[in-house]
């Protein structure tokens, strides 16, 4: 069983910052590409960063320069420093993990997702 919990999400005005953090717990082999995606309403869910179990990072456009992607393998999280926030960065910001439970299987699980609103 591998459980994936965001944190870290919150309401913030425009120009703000936050950090979410993305555990991942369970009988886990080794975890390879963690992300964060979002979803706003009315829209479909988006990719917003990976990382590599290396440390090789990837962004949207729309985010580059503004969040940082990192992680902490020695504890199985990821997370997301979210600078200069926009309302259009407002959305539900979902953790994925790509986990092998067993040498050769990766899947991918998800977490609940965290609340990020920025005002404007």
């Known amino acids: 069983q591998v459980q994936v919990v965001e944190s870290g999400g919150g309401l913030v005005q425009a120009g703000g910052s936050l950090r979410l953090s993305c555990a991942t717990s369970?009988?886990?082999?080794?975890?390879?590409?963690m992300g964060w995606y979002r979803q706003a309403p009315g829209k479909q869910r988006e990719l917003v960063s990976t990382?590599?179990?290396?440390?090789?990072?990837n962004y949207a456009d729309s985010v580059k320069g503004r969040f940082t992607i990192s992680r902490a393998n020695a504890k199985n999280t990821v997370f997301l420093q979210i600078d200069s926030l926009k309302p259009e960065d407002t959305a539900v910001y979902y953790c994925?993990?790509?986990?092998?439970?067993?040498?050769?299987?990766?899947?991918?699980?998800w977490g609940q997702g965290t609340q990020v609103t920025v005002s404007s």
């Open positions: 994925n993990a790509k986990v092998v439970l067993t040498i050769g299987v990766e899947s991918s699980y």
């Open positions: 990382i590599t179990s290396s440390g090789s990072t």
């Open positions: 369970g009988s886990i082999f080794k975890i390879n590409d």
